[in-house]
C-alpha cells in the first residue's frame, strides 16, 4: 500500500502543476509590463495561526493585521528608526512628576509604584479605530498586556518583564493596580518600569506592546481569528484564509493612515518550495519573492533577462548555532566544549552542505545589529578549528582525562536546515568519536547538542544574546560566568541606544558567550529579493517588510 506521504507529495506535484498551467494561462491575458490589481506573494509553509502572540504566526501578516504603538523604519543614515503609529507622541518622566502631573488617576496604594521609577508617558492619536469602527483606548492596550502575562503558552512574555512587577502579576501575586502599565484617560497610558531602559519605545513596536481585541478573544476562543470574526487594528484586514494553500488581505478602511495604503490587496499563496515560487514569478504569478538558497540565487543570475530586480544580499538578522547542554555531562565541563569547537568547520557547512546565503559567523549578534562586534578582539580566548588530526585527537583525550563520557553523544534539530547541520555535525564528530547520534523528536530532553537559530524581532544586540540571559536558557547555563553575562545586559538597557557605554557592555557580555564556548556561533543567514518592475518597495531592517508602505507603479 502506498505510504501516506507519498500520496501526499504527488497530490501537491499534481495540485501545484495544476495551479502553474492555470496561472500561465492568465498571465498570456495580461499584458506584459502591467501590474495585477492586488500584491502577490508566497509563503512556503501553512498559515497555522495569526495571533502576533502565537510563536507559530508570521510576522509578516499579522505586523499588517494588527498595528504598534511604534513602527521600525529604515533610515539611510543609521539601523533604524522609531516612528508614530497607533501613538502619536511619547515622554520619559520621572515617576514622581507623573504622580504631580496626572493626581486624578492615581488610586490608593498606587504611589509607591511610581516613586523613584521611570515612565514613559504615550499618547495616542484620536482617530484611530478597530476595523468595526470602535475607538481603539488606552484600555486595549491595558487589558492586552494584562491577559498576555497570564498565559505564559503565549510568545515573548519576558519582553513585558521590563514593566514594573510584570513578573509577580504573570504569578498572580498582585492585583493589576501595581502592575506597570496603567491607563490615565482614553487616549494617554503610563509604563512603569523596573529600571531606566531608553530602548524603551522601540519595544513598544512588538507584537505584545500591541492592542487586541481581548473581549472577543474571551468570548470566542480560537473562532476570534475567522474572517468573519476578527477585529483588527492594522492597515489590512481578514478576507479569507485557508490555511494549507491561500490567505488574503484587504485593505481596512478604518486604519488611522489608511489614505497612504496603495495596494487594495495581499493575496499569499503557499506554496511547497523556492523553486515553484521561482517558476510562478517568472510567468508573472507572483510579484515578489525571497531568496535563501545559493543554488537558486546562482540561477536567477545566470538570467539576466529575467523580468524582475534582483537586491543584493541582505542581513535577516538571523544566527544559527550549535549549542551545548551545559546541565549534561560531557559537556558541563569546558574541555568538552573545546574538543567539539576544534572540528567544527564553517565555510563547508556554509557553502556546501547548506548551500544558503549567508557568512561565517564567530559572534551571535547579527552584522546589522547595534551592538555587533566586527570581529572578536585579540584578548578573547579564542576556539579555532584545527585541520591537525593529532592535535584533534589530543584535545578529546585531555577532554576524556577528565572523566568526561564521550560514549553516546546526541544531536537535536526540529527543523529542516537545522537537520542537514546536525548530520554534518554528526559525521564531523564521527571521525574522532564512535558513538553520535541524531536524536529523535521525542529525545529534545536528552540531547547533548543542539543546533538553532536566533532570529531576533528587532535589530539590536539585547535581542541576540537576551536568549541566554535567564536562568532556564535552553543551554542550561546557570554559573557565576552566566549571572556576570545576565548582569551586563541588565545594565547595557539603562544606556542610551548605540552609546559607546552600551556597546562595551555588550561586546563584554559577548566575549563571556564565546569564551565559555556555551554556543559555537556558524553562520548569519542572509537574503535577496526579488521584485516585479511594476512593484515599488524599501527593504527593511527587521525581518517585517513595511508592505503598507508599498506601491504599484502607474
Request: aromatic share 10%; glycine share 4%; with cysteine.
Amino acid at each position: 500500500m502506498m505510504r501516506n506521504q507519498e500520496r501526499k507529495m504527488i497530490f501537491l506535484i499534481g495540485l501545484w502543476s495544476i495551479l502553474l498551467l492555470h496561472t500561465v494561462s492568465m498571465a498570456e491575458d495580461r499584458p506584459k509590463e502591467e501590474h495585477p490589481p492586488y500584491l502577490r506573494l508566497a509563503r512556503n509553509l501553512p498559515v497555522e495561526s495569526i495571533n502576533p502572540l502565537d510563536k507559530n504566526s508570521d510576522r509578516q501578516i499579522t505586523s499588517q493585521l494588527f498595528a504598534g504603538l511604534v513602527e521600525v523604519e529604515s533610515d539611510p543614515e543609521k539601523t533604524w528608526k522609531v516612528v508614530p503609529s497607533l501613538a502619536k507622541k511619547w515622554a520619559l518622566f520621572k515617576g514622581e512628576v507623573v504622580l504631580k502631573k496626572y493626581p486624578s488617576f492615581i488610586t490608593q496604594g498606587q504611589e509607591e509604584l511610581f516613586k523613584g521609577a521611570a515612565v514613559y508617558i504615550f499618547h495616542l492619536r484620536k482617530n484611530v479605530q478597530w476595523s468595526d469602527g470602535r475607538s481603539i483606548t488606552a484600555n486595549d492596550v491595558v487589558e492586552a498586556m494584562q491577559w498576555h502575562l497570564l498565559r505564559p503558552d503565549l510568545d515573548a512574555t519576558d519582553d513585558l518583564f521590563i514593566l514594573k512587577n510584570a513578573r509577580k502579576y504573570s504569578q498572580s501575586n498582585i492585583d493589576k493596580k501595581l502592575l506597570g502599565v496603567q491607563k490615565i484617560d482614553d487616549h494617554t497610558l503610563c509604563f512603569i518600569l523596573e529600571d531606566p531602559t531608553p530602548l524603551f519605545p522601540l519595544m513598544t513596536s512588538l507584537p505584545n506592546f500591541r492592542p487586541l481585541p481581548v473581549e472577543a478573544i474571551k468570548e470566542l476562543g480560537e473562532d476570534w481569528m475567522h474572517p468573519e470574526d476578527i477585529v483588527v487594528s492594522g492597515p489590512y484586514s481578514l478576507k479569507r484564509w485557508r490555511k494549507r494553500n491561500l490567505l488574503i488581505l484587504k485593505k481596512n478602511p478604518h486604519y488611522f493612515d489608511a489614505s497612504k495604503v496603495q495596494i487594495p490587496e495581499i493575496h499569499y499563496t503557499i506554496l511547497p518550495s523556492s523553486e515553484v515560487a521561482l517558476e510562478m514569478f517568472k510567468q508573472d504569478q507572483l510579484d515578489f519573492i525571497q531568496v535563501s538558497r545559493q543554488k537558486l540565487y546562482s540561477e536567477i543570475k545566470k538570467y539576466p533577462n529575467l523580468t524582475g530586480k534582483l537586491s543584493n544580499e541582505q542581513s535577516r538578522l538571523e544566527t544559527w548555532y550549535l549549542g551545548f547542554d551545559l546541565s549534561k555531562p560531557p559537556f558541563n565541563k569546558i574541555e568538552a566544549r573545546q574538543a567539539v569547537a576544534s572540528v567544527i568547520k564553517k565555510e563547508p557547512l556554509l557553502k556546501k552542505v547548506l548551500g544558503v546565503l549567508g557568512k561565517k559567523a564567530d559572534t551571535l549578534t547579527s552584522p546589522s545589529s547595534v551592538g555587533h562586534v566586527d570581529h572578536p578582539p585579540d584578548d578573547w580566548k579564542s576556539v579555532s578549528t584545527s585541520d591537525d588530526s593529532e592535535r584533534i585527537r589530543e584535545l578529546f583525550k585531555q577532554a576524556n582525562s577528565t572523566d568526561h563520557d564521550f560514549s553516546s553523544i546526541k544531536i537535536f534539530s526540529d527543523t529542516e536546515d537545522g537537520s542537514e547541520i546536525a548530520m554534518y555535525i554528526k559525521e564531523t564528530l564521527g571521525e574522532v568519536l564512535n558513538n553520535v547520534e541524531l536524536a529523535k523528536e521525542d529525545e529534545e530532553d536528552n540531547a547533548h547538542l543542539f543546533v538553532a537559530f536566533k532570529e531576533a524581532r528587532l535589530p539590536h544586540a539585547h535581542y541576540f544574546l537576551s536568549e541566554f540571559s535567564e536562568p532556564d536558557n535552553k543551554s542550561g547555563w546557570n554559573n557565576q560566568k552566566h549571572s556576570e553575562f545576565s548582569e551586563l545586559l541588565r545594565n547595557a538597557l539603562t544606556y542610551h541606544t548605540a552609546s559607546q557605554k552600551q556597546k562595551d557592555l555588550y561586546q563584554k557580555a559577548e566575549k563571556i558567550l564565546y569564551e565559555e564556548i556555551v554556543i559555537i556561533s556558524l553562520f548569519f543567514r542572509e537574503v535577496a529579493f526579488l521584485a516585479k518592475p511594476w512593484l515599488i518597495w524599501t527593504p527593511s531592517k527587521t525581518d517585517v517588510q513595511q508592505i503598507h508602505n508599498w506601491s504599484f507603479k502607474g
